[in-house]
């Protein structure tokens, strides 16, 4: 699932915001909020299509309350950044993740 830096942004955020209270709401208000106290500025408007976008990619699960509407996270991080590898690998590396390592380790100078 390729996510771009915004919805990057607002997962870790929704993952930040739910870290040991599982049931909590979170409200597009929230992410903002969170997302400015890390420096990220942006209108609400902004956080609320990007929320939906991943709301439409089944990342994001939208659920109203009352009048409002609330989103949780659909997988944890831990389950995302596995998708995410496994779609580079499979993109780029024709699904062999050896390879993918010695590309990284190669790129990335991690052999010492």
């Known amino acids: 699932m390729a996510c771009g830096k915004l919805e ?3 997962l870790n955020s929704v ?21 400015s106290s890390q420096g990220v500025e942006r209108a609400y408007t902004t956080i609320k299509t ?7 990619k089944s990342v994001l699960v939208r ?13 944890n991080k831990d389950e995302m950044a596995r ?4 779609e580079i690998s499979s993109q780029f590396f024709a699904g062999d993740y050896a390879d993918m ?7 990335f100078d ?3």
């Open 15 to 35: 993952w930040s915001l739910t870290s040991g209270s599982e049931g909590r709401d979170i409200s597009i208000q929230d992410v903002v909020d969170d997302l």
């Open 83 to 86: 998708e995410s590898i496994e």
């Open 50 to 56: 990007v929320m939906d976008r991943l709301t439409a």
């Open 8 to 10: 990057i942004d607002i």
């Open 101 to 107: 390592i010695r590309f990284m380790e190669h790129q």
């Open 63 to 75: 659920y109203k309350v009352g009048k409002k509407f609330f989103y949780s996270a659909a997988m």
């Open 110 to 112: 991690l052999v010492k």
